[in-house]
């Protein structure tokens, strides 16, 4: 059944949390989405990949980069932790 | 578990079939991002500090991206992230995001699950201590597999190799209200569905079956 509900039922949740004191150099992991970056743990199947940009990184390390299309064009390694929202 | 910043979640209720959008924000920075675009703005700005810095779509269907265009036209530096092959991929400010893809926003982290199933271009964004799970899975049961492009064994694999191995004690934030509640603990979820206590794939069509023959409209 397709409803159109006039009025917003509106719940609020607050996620009272200490500031993440453990890893404080993920402060430094560089640019975000509004840059244009994403983070990953890199996989097997973008090692080729990222050997095109000259980028040599082992296997579960954290990258930080931008994708053109399926390949890489900019990667850069950084700290584990920016690859982590685990603390 | 510990989330990595200070954040809120709002949930707007309303759209086609009582979807679902979540606004979080950032308490220390202010920064918010929203999740699905399935109720209208009007809803949503009073509560916008100033603008939203991006949105996360759950999937593709046109319930979940019905406002997407009014959103973009009062915020036009809105950052659209998606699964990669999602229809909606054609926005100039789409970001196309893989499976297990970190997002940073300011000071907030999202980690990018792919979970098809429900639909293809399924995605689930996890925000510890929250789960954001579009249509994958609602209060009391899993998605369900009607559209042209879904897939029991690739939902099966989404929710019990992937949901179902995070922490249980994470939130689930549904797309739809369709439950006794509108978020739920993983593990109150798994005791209440029999959708989520499957023995294996098998045994999950089953359900699926069960569930399809007894469903309710609106449920």
């Not at chain 1, 397709?2 to 009025?7: A, C, H, P």
């Not at chain 1, 199947?45 to 399926?70: T, Y």
């Not at chain 2, 578990?1 to 979080?24: A, H, V, W």
């Not at chain 2, 199933?117 to 799970?133: Q, R």
Request: proline share 3%.
């Amino acid at each position: 059944m397709r409803v159109l509900l006039t009025i917003s039922i509106i719940s609020f949740i607050f996620f009272n949390c200490e500031p993440n004191t453990n890893a404080p150099d993920c402060n430094e992991c560089g640019g975000g989405l509004l840059d244009g970056y994403l983070y990953k743990e890199v996989a097997i199947n973008d090692i080729a990949s990222l050997a095109e940009i000259n980028v040599s990184v082992n296997i579960g390390k954290c990258i930080r980069f931008k994708m053109d299309g399926a390949d890489f064009s900019e990667a850069v390694i950084v700290d584990d932790c920016c690859c982590s929202i685990y603390e | 578990m510990k989330p990595s910043t200070d954040f809120s979640i709002r949930s707007f209720i309303g759209g086609y079939d009582k979807n679902i959008t979540y606004l979080i924000n950032c308490n220390r920075t202010g920064a918010q991002v929203l999740v699905d675009a399935s109720v209208e703005l009007s809803q949503i700005s009073p509560y916008i500090n100033n603008s939203p810095l991006a949105i996360m779509i759950t999937h593709g269907h046109k319930d979940h991206t019905a406002y997407l265009d009014q959103y973009i036209s009062h915020h036009p530096s809105l950052v659209i992230v998606g699964h990669y092959a999602s229809s909606i991929n054609h926005y100039d400010r789409y970001k196309e995001i893989h499976d297990g893809e970190v997002i940073k926003v300011g000071e907030l982290t999202l980690l990018a699950i792919c979970t098809p199933g429900h639909y293809f271009d399924s995605i689930c964004y996890k925000i510890d201590p929250a789960l954001f799970t579009g249509d994958t899975m609602f209060v009391g049961r899993t998605g369900r597999v009607k559209s042209a492009k879904s897939d029991i064994e690739e939902l099966y694999d989404s929710v019990y190799n992937k949901i179902l191995t995070l922490p249980h004690d994470i939130r689930i934030y549904p797309g739809h209200d369709y439950g006794k509640k509108s978020s739920i603990l993983l593990k109150e979820n798994i005791k209440m569905s029999t959708l989520l206590q499957a023995k294996n794939l098998i045994d999950f069509k089953e359900k699926m079956k069960n569930y399809e023959d007894n469903r309710k409209s609106g449920s």
